[in-house]
């Protein structure tokens, strides 16, 4: 374990065998379809890469980059679209993928403009939940992991751009957040 993680919360194998489970139920879901896989940068990098390779049917994919939070951990509630897609929505089954959904903000803005592009379908799929910290209605369709209200790190999340690279989904200890 990384020496400022004071906790795991989802193994790396939790989180690979979620990942076959979740791989399976979309196959099975976009058998007919050829979706288009849209990952919210950059925190859903590992989770998208590791989810398509379970997802056992055509599909397409192509990145976003959005913002809602700031430097370090607090929610700012606005919405920036940092780097778009490439790939137009319109006519598409439409299937995003989250590391985390928190206030619900970046999902609630992306959804509705995916519609507003004309897209077919617009489903969710996060690896995290955390329904506590819900400030509008919506949820997401597919959830790796419900997780307190607890800032997270690793598999893709980031504390100060740092931790995305570790294997598992931990708590960092407070020392760290005070230096
Ligand atoms: P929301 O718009 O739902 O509040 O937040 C979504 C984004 O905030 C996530 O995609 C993620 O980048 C960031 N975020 C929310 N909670 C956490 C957390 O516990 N840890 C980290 N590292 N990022 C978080
Ligand atoms: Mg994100
Ligand atoms: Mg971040």
Do not use: W
Request: charge should be negative; avoid cysteine.
């Amino acid at each position: 374990m990384h020496k400022d993680v004071l906790e795991v919360l989802v193994s790396q194998e939790e989180i690979q065998e979620k990942i076959k489970e979740l791989g399976g139920r979309l196959t099975e879901d976009y058998k007919d379809k050829f979706p288009l896989v849209v990952g919210i940068l950059k925190g859903s990098l590992p989770f998208m890469g590791d989810l398509i390779q379970q997802i056992d049917s055509h599909l397409e994919y192509d990145m976003m980059d959005v913002s809602s939070y700031g430097h370090g951990f607090k929610t700012s509630g606005e919405v920036k679209i940092v780097k778009d897609l490439n790939t137009s929505v319109a006519g598409r089954d439409v299937l995003i993928i989250e590391d985390i959904i928190d206030s619900g903000n970046t999902l609630d803005y992306l959804v509705k403009l995916f519609h507003y592009r004309k897209a077919n379908s617009v489903k969710i799929v996060t690896l995290l939940d955390k329904p506590d910290g819900r400030q509008v209605d919506i949820s997401p369709d597919y959830t790796g992991f419900v997780v307190p209200d607890k800032f997270v790190i690793g598999y893709g999340l980031d504390y100060i751009e740092r931790y995305r690279n570790l294997p598992y989904i931990g708590v960092l200890k407070p020392e760290v957040y005070e230096k």
